[in-house]
């Protein structure tokens, strides 16, 4: 079993609506919890950092970790075509430096 | 300002081969990572540098890979006696080393390595 498991999809929903991506992990341990998204032939970029538990809202986009469920999500509201890219969960160990990724999940938005 | 890079952007190389990928890291970042990503996979760890500690060479898959860091500065990682199974885009990372920042990490643009 890897430790953070994430469907690959593909999703593909029509533009203006809220996406919904998530990832499960299996070692309690772990601490810090991003999300990146990394378009075509790119490298990642980082979206949102959350510590422990709770909600982080930026613009359009909400992260949410629930270390009870071993459970972490990201929403985009009012998705547009721009936010097609494929979106990666991470997280690490406190102290640690490595991230361990999600497989990645490949977000489509029609117009 | 200037963000991650890495060069080559492409290599195709013939099994049997040595190559070598360079990074260059976010000016003042401490930190460097490099991973792997194969075809539809998230990214694996590979290799750590930090300042002048001794490297993380934990998720370096086999005694053909290597990796230098010069400083706090560029990163060299290099695969010797390619295989096909060494195909695969290789990323770069650096990040700050102090501050609630310390673990965001800021990637390039990958390598993308082919091996025939």
């Known amino acids: 079993q890897k430790e953070v498991e994430q469907d690959p999809g593909p999703l593909s929903v029509p533009e203006g609506a809220i996406v919904s991506l998530n990832c499960t992990y299996s070692n309690s341990a772990f601490q810090y919890f991003m999300w990146y998204r990394q378009y075509s032939r790119k490298g990642p970029e980082l979206l949102m950092y959350?510590?422990?538990?709770g909600n982080k809202e930026d613009g359009r986009f909400t992260a949410q970790v629930d270390k009870s469920s071993k459970y972490i999500s990201l929403f985009i509201r009012d998705s547009q075509p721009s936010d097609s890219a494929t979106y990666l969960c991470a997280m690490n160990f406190q102290g640690a430096q490595k991230l361990v990724f999600g497989q990645g999940t490949r977000l489509t938005i029609n117009p | 300002g200037a963000g991650v890079s890495q060069s080559p952007s492409n290599k195709v190389t013939e099994k049997g081969k040595d190559v070598e990928l360079r990074c260059d890291p976010i000016s003042g970042h401490t930190a460097l990572y490099w991973y792997r990503q194969r075809l539809g996979q998230g990214l694996e760890f590979l290799i750590y540098f930090q300042g002048n500690s001794a490297p993380d060479k934990s998720g370096l898959p086999s005694d053909r890979f290597s990796a230098e860091r010069t400083g706090e500065s560029v990163s060299t990682l290099t695969i010797q006696r390619t295989q096909q199974e060494d195909s695969a885009v290789y990323l770069c990372?650096?990040?700050?080393?102090?501050?609630?920042?310390?673990?965001?990490?800021?990637f390039g643009p990958g390598t993308r390595l082919t091996v025939t």
């Open positions: 959350t510590y422990s538990s």
């Open positions: 990372a650096s990040s700050a080393r102090q501050g609630g920042r310390r673990y965001e990490q800021y």
